[in-house]
């Protein structure tokens, strides 16, 4: 490396990332019998790789060419083809690939990394939002959600509920593993969002069942079913709440601000010139036919000049002159589950939305889910790596930077992602040869 090239924390770098995701991989028990040619952790490696490479398809993949790259930078030893891949991964129960999740977690808390995530006194902000990501009226498989129509034609649809560390000072988002919205097993009912939430909150607690979490979520969330089920499982919440859906709840708000219960709080801010008024008020219930499950109420209207924006939540945080920016800052930092992390992964080289291939069982969810790992690694690199940094920084654009990414890999042989990482940054002068020498 050269002379004062930025460092990075080892066990948190993408190869180290990639060797610890593929020994996950080798732990998880293959489907087929005997010993077959081709070895799952390799067919899983390598949709993780055309991930991590932004690959627009597996045919993009120029497989005879960057076999070495592969084996080297991802450490697989055979590299299937395209049709290959589908199969061997098609049956792959997604729930297999949660504990890779966990790995990166671990590793980004012995690395102190997580620290960087902390929103207030050992808490973390944790965003859930559901988004969807196939829809064809042909194209189905066994987990496709159905929409029948009067027309006799039918929808076949996929969604997940997604789960992401936020901080509303930081760009990086920290997916932790999707619950995936599909048909579930034994039942012709479609599963809805809010069915995916209660298993998401159940599996969240045996994964992580110490963190402190204070999860957020929009408006659809602020049910009693839901907030109960985020109490029994000790998890704070800032959830947004509308007049036009929460009307018993506001007319409560108002009957309390009758009775002199309300506190408004106004702050302005001289760097930034915004102002803001919060209205708050505790313990008031949360609708008619749950009197018993009370909320706290936030109220926050800002003014940039003459814009006013206005936004409300229920909350069981305390709610006082002196937390409630915070609290403010907390809620409408949710918006980063829908920018910084779906609308990354549909418009900013992920491909989200495309059609790698559906499979009959289960391919089209342990794809959707393997990208979300390969995502968590890129969001690793920008929160911990400097050289991944600068060269973000180097290129503008993650569009550009994953552009330049496959091109170096298509066209020379490297050893490592650091390897890559370095060629973005510093260009390739000395170590790389192009490729046709390495395959020849
Ligand atoms: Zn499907």
């Known amino acids: 490396m050269a002379m004062g090239a930025p460092r990075t924390r080892t066990h948190l770098s993408a190869d180290a990332l990639f060797r610890m995701l593929r020994s996950g991989f080798a732990a998880i028990d293959d489907h087929r019998p005997g010993k077959p040619d081709i ?13 991590s490479l932004k690959a627009p398809s597996l045919l993009a993949f120029d497989r005879e060419r960057t076999e070495g790259n592969l084996q080297r930078v991802y450490g697989m030893q055979r590299v299937p083809c395209d049709t290959t891949m589908r199969e061997i991964l098609d049956p792959v129960e997604p729930e297999a690939l949660r504990p890779l999740f966990q790995h990166v977690f671990r590793a980004l808390q012995r690395g102190k990394a997580l620290a960087a995530m902390v929103f207030v006194q050992d808490h973390y902000l944790l965003a859930l939002d559901g988004t969807g990501y196939f829809s064809s009226n042909q194209i189905h498989c066994e987990s496709c959600l159905e929409t029948h129509h009067r027309n006799g034609t039918i929808t076949y649809r996929h969604q997940m509920l997604g789960a992401a560390l936020i901080h509303p000072d930081r760009r990086e988002v920290l997916p932790l593993m999707p619950e995936p919205i599909i048909k579930q097993d034994g039942t012709d009912k479609n599963d809805c969002e809010r069915e995916a939430a209660k298993r998401l909150i159940t599996k969240l607690r045996q994964d992580h069942p110490h963190l402190k979490v204070i999860v957020t979520e929009d408006s659809l969330s602020s049910n009693a079913p839901h907030i109960q089920a985020l109490q029994e499982d000790h998890l704070h919440y800032i959830l947004g709440v509308k007049a036009g859906d929460h009307a018993s709840l506001f007319e409560r708000v108002a009957a309390a601000e009758r009775a002199g219960r309300v506190t408004y709080y106004d702050r302005d801010d001289p760097e930034t010139g915004l102002r803001h008024r919060f209205r708050f008020v505790s313990n008031v219930p949360l609708n008619e036919s749950h009197a018993d499950l009370r909320v706290n109420f936030l109220e926050c209207w800002e003014w940039d000049q003459d814009k006013i924006q206005h936004f409300s939540w229920v909350t069981d945080l305390r709610l006082n002159k002196g937390t409630v920016y915070q609290i ?8 980063r589950i829908e920018n910084e992390t779906f609308n990354t992964l549909k418009n900013q080289g992920y491909h989200f939305e495309h059609n790698y291939g559906h499979g009959y069982q289960h391919l089209s969810v342990v794809f959707a889910v393997l990208m979300m790992l390969a995502f968590l ?39 490592s992602m650091q390897h890559l990482f370095e060629a973005l940054f510093y260009g390739l002068k000395k170590s790389a040869t192009p490729l046709d020498f390495d395959t020849s």
């Open 377 to 415: 690694v890129d969001q690793v690199q920008q929160l911990c790596c400097p050289l991944f940094q600068a060269a973000w920084a180097k290129w503008g654009s993650k569009r550009l930077l994953w552009e330049k990414m496959r091109a170096l890999f298509y066209a020379y042989a490297l050893e």
């Open 328 to 335: 403010m800052r907390g809620g409408r930092a949710r918006w």
């Open 39 to 51: 070895a799952l952790t390799d067919a899983l490696m390598s949709a993780l790789a055309m991930f």
